[in-house]
Nanobody, 123 residues
Framework: QVQLVESGGGLVQAGESLRLSCAAS???????MGWFRQAPGKEREFVAA????????YYADSVKGRFTISRDNAKNTVYLQMNSLKPEDTAVYYC?????????????????WGQGTQVTVSS
């Protein structure tokens, strides 16, 4: 079994930064990891993903150039550095474990999910 626990969310003003962390328990170093988000009244959407070894990354167009995903397999932790935040980034952010070692963008490829952390960006 794998458990994922997100932290680092909060309330910030537009233009500021936040770093989300996702601490995993269990075997995760051979799997890709991803971040998704869900705003009120909207479907859950892909944000970013990273391959098992951290070499490959992929971002949604809406966050490309502002967000950076990284991982530390020794600490079983994945990070999402979010810079130049916008009000439209407001959502609950979820960390997820991919069933594969390579990157996926569809939520159906992810087998374990965290409980989510709220990010609110005021204008």
């Amino acid at each position: 079994q794998v458990q994922l626990v997100e932290s680092g969310g909060g309330l910030v003003q537009a233009g500021e930064s936040l770093r989300l962390s996702c601490a995993a328990s269990g075997r995760t170093f051979s799997n890709a990891m991803g971040w998704f988000r869900q705003a009120p009244g909207k479907e859950r959407e892909f944000v970013a993903a990273i391959s098992w070894n951290g070499i490959g990354t992929y971002y949604a167009d809406s966050v490309k150039g502002r967000f950076t995903i990284s991982r530390d397999n020794a600490k079983n932790t994945v990070y999402l550095q979010m810079n130049s935040l916008k009000p439209e980034d407001t959502a609950v952010y979820y960390c997820a474990l991919d069933r594969n070692s390579f990157i996926s963008t569809g939520w159906g490829d992810y087998t374990y999910w965290g409980q989510g952390t709220q990010v609110t960006v005021s204008s």
